[in-house]
């Protein structure tokens, strides 16, 4: 049983260029997120799935897209990177969003923008 | 929104219990605990969760105040493995789980 996985673990980019950070998932968890956390601070939510085909807004959403096709993959896009998303990024699911369900993490994608 | 109050950092020794304090004095009558915890370099790790009574899995113990204004997450016997920053955090359901991660509390543990 895998969890959440994250691809990559690193990456380099340079300001303006696009990407996407993968999350898949195993558990047939309903629910599922992205946090970004910056050096020395907390976990912020970027955007987050409550099932496939439904997305909304976290908050700090902005330059970030997300679509939800399918119960497994959550993947996030950077649409033209900043030095300001700089950042590690990780991935949540549970099995869905009442405040009684455990959240499982990834090991997270180190990100960063030159 | 409620808030949450922990100390920055703890020191314990190998093999001694730990006690973990929370003070979330605004939670609601709904809102659970949920205690994660941070190891260098990783992802959160879920600890455990909890409503009103006290409760116990494999990783630790939750007690929850009788008042549910403050909680204690118990490790029975602290290892190395265990240094970590630990966050106690009562999820915020608007639309979604938003878990809001604080400053959290810094174990080390000496061997």
């Known amino acids: 049983n895998a969890g959440v996985t994250q691809t990559p673990k690193f990456q380099v980019l340079k300001t303006g260029q696009s990407m996407t950070l993968q999350c898949a998932q195993d558990?047939?968890?309903?629910?599922m997120s992205w946090y970004r956390q910056d050096p020395g601070m907390g976990l912020r939510l970027i955007h987050y799935s409550v099932g496939a085909g439904i997305t909304d807004q976290g908050e700090v959403p902005n330059g970030y897209n997300v679509s939800r096709s399918t119960t497994e993959d959550f993947p996030l896009r950077l649409l033209s990177a900043a030095p300001s998303q700089t950042s590690v990024y990780f991935c949540?699911?549970?099995?869905?969003?009442?405040?009684?369900?455990?959240?499982?993490f990834g090991d997270g994608t180190r990100l960063s923008i030159l | 929104d409620a808030k949450t109050t922990q100390p920055n950092s703890m020191e314990s020794n190998e093999e001694e219990p730990v006690h973990l304090p929370c003070n979330h004095s605004?939670?609601?009558?709904?809102?659970?605990i949920h205690w994660y915890r941070q190891l260098p370099s990783q992802g959160p790790e879920y600890v455990i969760h909890g409503l009103t009574s006290n409760v116990n899995n494999r990783m630790a113990s939750l007690a929850i105040a009788e008042d549910r204004k403050s909680s204690t997450l118990i490790l029975h016997r602290a290892t190395l493995r265990d240094a970590a920053v630990y966050y106690c955090i009562p999820p915020i359901i608007q639309g979604a789980q938003k878990l809001v991660f604080g400053q959290g509390t810094r174990l080390t543990i000496n061997p």
């Open positions: 605004t939670i609601s009558g709904t809102d659970y």
């Open positions: 558990m047939n968890h309903e629910y």
């Open positions: 949540a699911s549970s099995e869905d969003r009442r405040s009684n369900q455990p959240q499982h």
